[in-house]
């Protein structure tokens, strides 16, 4: 339950968060309709990755210690974000358009990684 959580509420909310505050340290208003509007893209895309880095993580849970497991988490995170992009888009970008995507959802999955992790004292 603590994964499903962390995995799939708290990595897509994150990342609307961080674009609402880029935004705003920018000196927009907060509620701009389009900002909202690519946040909650930015949300779906982020929760699709979320959902299979999440399952894949569960998996290697059983297996690996967190060492090991959150940066794996963070590299299919990486790979996930940076190849659903052209599928979504449906057009071929260059690398170094998709290293954003690839940036985020490594530091995103490898959070959430680490947030769902089971310590024990």
């Given amino acids: 339950m603590k994964r499903a959580l962390v995995f799939l509420l708290l990595g897509p909310a994150s990342v609307v968060f961080i674009v609402w505050l880029i935004y705003v340290a920018t000196g927009g208003t907060p509620w701009d309709f389009v900002v909202a509007y690519f946040a909650l893209l930015l949300f779906l895309f982020t929760f699709l990755v979320s959902a299979i880095a999440g399952l894949v993580d569960g998996y290697l849970a059983r297996a690996f210690p967190i060492l090991v497991r959150a940066p794996m988490a963070a590299i299919i ?45």
């Fill in 77 to 121: 995170g990486s790979v996930l974000a940076a190849g659903l992009v052209p599928v979504l888009v449906r057009m071929m970008l260059q690398p170094q358009e998709l290293l954003p995507f690839a940036i985020g959802g490594a530091l995103s999955m490898g959070t959430c990684s680490l947030l769902a992790n089971n310590y024990r004292s």
